[in-house]
């Protein structure tokens, strides 16, 4: 082989090398390196108990109220197939809305609630004008009413808590 | 019809070529930021939930794909610089590390600026925003370690190898949304289509080539000043009409 053939091949698998390294150390990191658990794994106890952790998913549609002092607000979390409720004190990002993605941070205290000290908006890879949007929100309305599978969203989350 | 590829890699001639390249690519992309900038502000619709303040997109995607880009390219420049020896290619990689590093700076800017009335945060260590803080990182690294060894072979190859090896971190950006769960959102970009109205792909478009024009003009202008101040002892600097004539006015 001439010096930069080898020069080549050295190249090559190192990068294959560290790329390896760097893919198990990431896989064995899986769980730290997610930013945020979901309400499943909350369930099967996945999430870690007793201490602060993230919690992410949609804001279930119905679940917002608010508290007479105006800043606390219960809603709950859901990921389709379980739900997780929360109850934050604080001012709420713009595009915190029923139906849209959230990630929460707090702690699951004892009356079965995660007590939120950071609620942030997650928002989705579609970017439409509101016309778009509202033609969109008919249509699908329209399937829904001629299905009869309206509010099935709602429906298929609203699992008991039982903590 | 045998053109000589490798006429280009030597400094002496790729000299000349990126000077009379250097406008067409600046101008060019003058015009599309215009266009683009156009587009992004007076045509494009305002977005269904985040108002008007989706516009950074305009700015930070372009940013964003041009960072990821420029490294693999830049570790590209630097392993072929390792392999076959040649000058130019250090010399490329070198020129563009600082546009790369401007460019993951920019990303990370606009993104914290457009995080928190979206998100509610300027920043979150998830991990999208962590590898591409590394990315930075790795730019400002290679233009460190290239600047700390004062051989500039020696320094070349150094800053060839950080190259390479952190050429692993830009998979994991692209695919990072994708592996973990992230606040990050998914990509609007796939290759089965683009979940995006097409005035607001108009201007994304437009402003991506703007910036990559940008990337060329910039890149090219400052290899220029590299292959000078690299080959300052050689004698066809030292008889280039602008160097003479230099030297002549002192």
């Known amino acids: 082989m001439k010096p930069r053939q080898k020069r080549f091949v050295y190249i090559i698998v190192a990068v294959a090398a560290i790329g ?47 508290e007479a002092d105006g800043l ?69 309305a329209a399937n829904a009413a001629a299905t009869g599978a309206a509010s099935s969203v709602g429906a298929a989350s609203a699992v008991p808590v039982a903590q | 019809m045998a053109i000589n590829w490798f006429k280009y890699s030597a400094p002496t001639t790729f000299y000349g070529l990126a000077g009379k390249l250097v406008p067409w690519f600046a101008v060019a992309s003058a015009a599309l930021f215009a266009v683009g900038l156009y587009i992004g502000f007076a045509v494009a619709p305002m977005d269904a939930t985040q108002g008007e303040f989706y516009r950074i997109i305009f700015i930070h995607v372009p940013a964003s794909i041009l960072s990821m880009f420029l490294y693999l390219i830049m570790a590209g420049y630097a392993a072929l610089g390792l392999i076959f020896n040649t000058r130019l290619s250090a010399m490329m990689a ?99 289509g683009t979940s995006m109205h097409i005035a607001m792909q108009q201007a994304m478009f437009t402003m991506l080539a703007a910036c990559w024009l940008y990337a060329i003009a ?8 590299i292959i000078l101040e690299r080959e300052k002892q050689t004698k066809w600097v030292s008889e280039l009409p602008e160097v003479a004539q230099g030297e002549g006015k002192q």
């Open chain 1, 20 to 66: 390896l390294a760097v893919g198990l150390v990431l896989n064995a990191l899986k769980d730290n390196v997610s930013l945020y658990f979901t309400p499943t794994q909350v369930y099967n106890k996945e999430a870690p108990e007793g201490r602060s952790f993230r919690i992410g998913g949609l804001v279930e549609a119905g679940s917002v109220k608010r």
């Open chain 2, 94 to 192: 070198s020129a563009m590390a600082p546009t790369g590093a401007l460019f993951a700076f920019i990303s990370l800017w606009t993104g914290a600026l457009w995080g928190k009335p979206m998100w509610g945060a300027w920043w979150v260590w998830d991990a999208r925003m962590t590898s591409e803080l590394i990315l930075l990182f790795l730019y400002l690294g290679f233009i460190a370690l290239h600047s700390s060894i004062d051989d500039p072979r020696r320094a070349d190859r150094a800053a060839a190898l950080l190259a390479i090896v952190g050429s692993v971190n830009v998979p994991i950006i692209y695919f990072s949304v994708k592996w973990w769960n992230t606040l990050h959102q998914g990509s609007t970009i796939k290759f089965s």
């Open chain 1, 72 to 140: 606390t607000v219960h809603f709950a979390i859901t990921d389709l197939h379980k739900s997780l409720p929360v109850v934050y004190k604080g001012i709420l990002p713009d595009l915190f809305k029923e139906g849209k993605g959230v990630v929460a941070q707090g702690k699951i205290e004892a009356d079965g609630l995660m007590h939120a000290s950071e609620v942030l908006a997650k928002h989705d890879e579609n970017y439409m004008p509101p016309e778009a949007k509202d033609a969109l929100d008919k249509a699908a």
């Open chain 2, 218 to 225: 910039v890149t090219l202008a400052r290899v220029r000043s």
